[in-house]
């Protein structure tokens, strides 16, 4: 264990190098550059507003903040487990050379995506201030379940990372997966339209929920997240790492035969 | 004395996917009906070797010998299926040059990204950026992107960058067949000057000429199995009479 600490510590700078490779080429030859990251999901939640304030009326006080919150961990959920499925495999042509850390790409890919959440963050605070949302206390609570959603998908990443090198499938199914939850989560709608018990429990086993709504309770509602929403999202996360990691390391010495 | 690298009764074996099998579906329809078969490919069978520290030790045999695979395990990239490695020191590997590039970077970049993949700290590199430019002689080209370079300038680079620290073990596998001569002259020097420092070098070559004149010791391999180890003098006679 304390030798596994050590070759992390002095794979460090990998780590970071890594995520400034993926900075620099996302935005590379853009004229906005890393702007782009509060740009586009400001444009996004300007077109689901237009969407849903013509198609759908939801009772929702403010709803571009409760638009852009849940899209943005959305957001952040699909984009950092569907670039960590890939990392391994891309990475095969270094990992058949020399000996790195194999974690290291799919958790480069989680800490890439959080960060370029963390910008888009500049987003929903602009759309707070335009649309003169109160400014809680509880506000600073909200990197709680931010965090525990970090852990959350890295866990998930690692897994699908490991599944994607022996089945390529897992990387077509996972999108369909994807757009079950977008649809399970209230992202757009309010969670008031669950009708019925069935629903109402269902919609909340999908960890993502959890994310969600104490996150938005910070932000919107002024409250500290309950000990509840901290303990759920909590155990999910520590599920979801516990058995990412436990796949990875078993099958990890295997992956330089089938990639 | 303890010799630096053990290779203890090393045997590696790789599945040779008769038909392949990707999809989950395809998986589970031949499982079900037991033709699930994989021929399996021994490349190395039980080989031992053990290089003494500041050894210049050789690596002979043909193609698909299982020089490489030797190599790559001492490397820590492949995990043997049986025996073991011991490896008592820091390596560079040099099996082939430039992996870990990223095209679109800049050469800049680059040095920090590929230091940072051999597992240098970012104060050493900062440390050694000069040096590593300097041994590769490419100041003027450093801010631009790699996929305009020729492969001999990203040799250089990867070269420079994979041998700046004094490491205790250098694993050379025909390096010095890249870039021009020069160049080549300047990489062989460089090798001496680690030797002479001290750093233990394994080095596969196809040049047996070469091996006669760098290495001390050698390992002659042919279908992963050793057939000769020992004085890389009495090695390499051996197989150029065969050959």
Request: proline content about 4%; overall charge positive; glycine content about 6%.
């Amino acid at each position: 264990m304390k030798t596994k600490m050590g070759t992390f510590w002095r794979y460090r700078f990998l780590l970071t190098n890594l995520i400034g490779r993926d900075l620099k080429i996302k935005y590379r030859r853009s004229k906005l550059g890393i702007r782009w990251s509060v740009l586009n999901p400001l444009l996004m939640m300007l077109v689901l507003t237009a969407v849903f304030s013509a198609f759908f009326r939801f009772d929702i006080p403010n709803y571009p903040v409760y638009l852009l919150s849940g899209n943005l961990l959305f957001t952040f959920f699909n984009d950092s487990t569907n670039a960590a499925m890939g990392s391994v495999l891309y990475s095969a042509p270094l990992i058949k050379k020399v000996y790195v850390p194999k974690y290291i790409f799919p958790l480069e890919k989680s800490c890439f995506s959080f960060i370029n959440m963390l910008f888009s963050m500049v987003a929903l605070l602009m759309v707070m201030l335009i649309t003169r949302q109160k400014f809680h206390p509880s506000i600073v609570a909200a990197i709680v379940p931010l965090f525990l959603m970090f852990i959350f998908c890295m866990g998930i990443g690692l897994f699908l990372s490991a599944a994607a090198i022996y089945f390529r499938d897992v990387m077509h199914f996972w999108t369909v997966i994807v757009m079950a939850l977008n649809y399970a989560t209230p992202i757009f709608y309010p969670e008031s339209i669950w009708n019925g018990t069935f629903m109402a429990v269902a919609g909340k086993l999908n960890p993502l929920y959890w994310y969600v709504s104490t996150f938005r309770g910070c932000i919107i509602d002024g409250l500290f997240p309950s000990t509840l929403q901290i303990a759920l999202c909590a155990i999910f996360a520590v599920i979801s790492l516990v058995v990412g990691s436990v796949m990875f390391r078993k099958t990890q010495d295997n992956f330089i035969l089938y990639i | 004395m303890k010799p630096i690298i053990s290779v203890n009764n090393v045997s590696m074996r790789f599945n040779l996917a008769t038909e392949k099998v990707d999809s989950l579906k395809e998986y589970f329809i031949k499982l079900t009906k037991g033709s699930l078969k994989f021929e399996e490919f021994w490349a190395l069978k039980d080989v031992s070797i053990d290089v003494m520290p500041g050894d210049f030790y050789g690596l002979v045999g043909l193609n698909g010998s299982g020089k490489s695979t030797l190599l790559k395990t001492i490397a820590g990239v492949l995990k043997p299926t049986k025996g073991s490695v011991t490896v008592g020191g820091t390596i560079a590997p040099l099996i082939e040059l430039g992996a870990g590039f990223d095209m679109d970077l800049t050469a800049r970049e680059n040095i920090y990204l590929n230091g940072a993949v051999l597992g240098f700290s970012k104060k050493f590199m900062d440390e050694h950026f000069q040096e590593i430019v300097d041994f590769s002689e490419l100041h003027n080209f450093l801010d631009v992107p790699l996929k305009n370079y020729s492969s001999g300038m990203v040799a250089r680079i990867a070269f420079a960058i994979a041998t700046v620290t004094d490491p205790d073990i250098l694993i050379a596998d025909e390096v010095l067949a890249v870039g021009d001569y020069t160049f080549q002259q300047k990489c062989e020097k460089r090798m001496k000057q680690l030797i002479d420092n001290g750093t233990t070098v394994l080095f596969v070559s196809h040049s047996i000429e070469q091996v006669k004149s760098l290495c001390n010791k050698a390992t002659w391999l042919e279908h992963g199995k050793i057939i000769m180890s020992g004085d890389a003098q009495t090695v390499c006679d051996e197989y150029s009479k065969r050959y």
